[in-house]
């Protein structure tokens, strides 16, 4: 019961609806047509699904196959063919949750158990029609969470299949989420945000994001504020610099979300990641203020979308009173984990084109294995260089 309701807050939590975030980092470049890669469905091949049927080449069973290493040439991908079946429950809202806890549980009978987390990545492009069905760009599920001080119990849902080491499963319903985002943002729900209460522009209890307050990162929130008069402020994400009026000139901010991988982490991010130190914070004066009490108007005068609230109250925390509410980061930033090794999983529909090299590209591109990408963050870069990830080389985690 625990963890249905976990996991109720965790998907309303990593729900990025329709909130006007995303549009404004859309890639210049649209998705690689994948046409000239081979077709993964040929319709004479065996029934994919047969648990009996014997594995050869690349196939390893129950639906489940490696790539070629001309197509996969670091070993990143492990693909699952999709029944008809299985493909409308991964598209529809009430049953996909399920379908990928059955998914991850068979991955689990042919991988060893060392993946911190698993990326379940739909082989399609971006697709209105899904995202609408689903509700997300993106969603985590905690599975396991040993790590105090964050305002998380520790628990261990055993059901996806791992006995210890894995933490999140995350679900993308297109190829591109992988480079674009949201994956920086779920990742960060392993984490949070839960370390102390949030609120919304409504002033509506705001679980696992930072809602109205300056903590301006991957789940929400502002950089930079001013009080324009009485209650009334106006606060900016991107900018403090102002026009003649002394307005914000890109007032403006996400209460969930600041748009895909298009920022790094912020300080308390970081910190609940086992990134940065509670001194590394009291160096850099750090401060979270929570505004509650708030209410807006979405799109009156003035508007929430420049960044205008109003709030009756405003709960500033040092990371020491952090600390004092719900206890130290243990483990803390300096035994942390802070490498985390990924399995990419591509879940291919019964038909249409294949995106397979644009997926491992991403991962290889979101871990680091190769070159920046102007304007958008890669793992490393959003922790400062101080976490990283591995994808590769998941051959090497197959039974034996
Ligand atoms: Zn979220």
């Not at 489940?64 to 991908?77: E, I, K, N, Q, W």
Request: glycine residues 10%.
């Amino acid at each position: 019961m625990k963890m249905k309701k976990r996991f109720l807050l965790q998907m309303a939590a990593a729900i990025l609806l329709f909130s006007g975030v995303y549009s404004c980092i859309e890639p210049d470049d649209e998705p690689v047509n994948g046409s000239k890669e081979e077709q993964v469905n040929d319709p004479d091949e065996e029934q994919v699904n047969d648990p009996n049927e014997e594995p050869n080449g690349n196939d390893i069973g129950t639906g489940m196959s490696l790539l070629d290493d001309a197509d996969d040439p670091t070993g990143v991908l492990l693909d699952v063919k999709l029944t008809s079946a299985q493909w409308t429950k991964l598209t529809g809202s009430n049953t996909f949750y399920a379908e990928l806890r059955t998914l991850s549980d068979s991955i689990y009978t042919r991988f060893e158990d060392n993946f911190d987390f698993i990326f379940f990545v739909l082989n399609t492009a971006k697709d209105d029609a899904i995202i609408n069905a689903l509700g997300f760009y993106g969603v985590n599920m905690n599975v396991s969470n040993a790590v105090t001080g964050l305002g998380l119990s520790t628990f261990k849902d055993p059901r996806w299949g791992s006995a210890d080491k894995l933490k999140s499963v995350m679900f993308f319903p297109f190829a591109d989420a992988i480079k674009n985002g949201p994956t920086l943002h779920e990742l960060c729900h392993n984490w949070g945000a839960n370390i102390v209460p949030t609120w919304d522009a409504e002033g509506k209890s705001y679980s696992s994001h930072w809602g109205i307050s300056n903590a301006g990162g991957q789940l929400g929130g502002f950089k930079y504020v001013r009080n324009v008069s009485g209650n009334l402020y106006q606060a900016s994400f991107r900018s403090d610099e102002t026009n003649a009026d002394g307005s914000f000139k890109y007032g403006g901010f996400g209460e969930n979300a600041n748009g895909g991988n298009g920022l790094p982490y912020s300080d308390i991010e970081l910190y609940i990641m086992g990134m940065k130190s509670a001194q590394d914070l009291r160096d850099g004066s750090f401060r979270l203020d929570i505004y509650s009490g708030n209410s807006c108007n979405r799109d009156g005068d003035p508007s929430f979308w420049e960044g205008y609230f109003t709030s009756t109250t405003v709960t500033s925390y040092t990371i020491d009173k952090l600390i004092e509410l719900k206890g130290a980061r243990v483990p803390d930033a300096s035994t942390s984990q802070k490498n985390f090794r990924i399995l990419t999983v591509s879940l291919t529909p019964p038909s249409g084109t294949n995106y397979h090299s644009d997926i491992i590209a991403a991962m290889n591109w979101l871990s680091g294995e190769t070159p920046a990408i102007a304007g958008i963050y890669n793992f490393s870069q959003a922790t400062g260089g101080i976490g990283s990830l591995t994808v590769d080389r998941i051959k090497n985690s197959l039974k034996q």
